[in-house]
Nanobody, 122 residues
Framework: QVQLVESGGGSVQAGDSLRLSCAAS????????MGWFRQAPGKEREFVAT????????SYGDSVRGRFTISRDNAKNTVYLQMNSLKPEDTAVYYC???????????????WGRGTQVTVSS
């Protein structure tokens, strides 16, 4: 069982930056691909970014590509999401998740955190 805890959310102005962190309990963290997803009220969960276990492969959702950067530190069992040039439409609950393989599909992720709220005002 992998436990994931997100942190770093908050309320910011449009154009600001935030860095989200997700700490994993599992010693085998380095074996998992990690992803970030988000869900706004009344909307489906949306893929944001994913990173392979070795950081060799990255993928981003179209709406965040060029503004967000995913990274990981396997020594610290932590994955990050650097979010720059934030827009009001980025407002959502952000979740990190762990998967046994590299994927953009939320159904392929077995473990999920509880989420952290990001609110961007104009």
């Amino acid at each position: 069982q992998v436990q994931l805890v997100e942190s770093g959310g908050g309320s910011v102005q449009a154009g600001d930056s935030l860095r989200l962190s997700c700490a994993a309990s599992e010693r085998a963290f380095s074996n998992y691909a990690m992803g970030w997803f988000r869900q706004a009220p009344g909307k489906e969960r949306e893929f944001v970014a994913t990173i392979s276990s070795s950081s060799g492969s990255l993928s981003y959702g179209d709406s965040v590509r060029g503004r967000f950067t995913i990274s990981r530190d396997n020594a610290k069992n932590t994955v990050y999401l650097q979010m720059n040039s934030l827009k009001p439409e980025d407002t959502a609950v952000y979740y990190c998740a762990a998967s046994s393989f590299f994927s953009r599909a939320p159904n392929n992720y077995a473990y999920w955190g509880r989420g952290t709220q990001v609110t961007v005002s104009s």
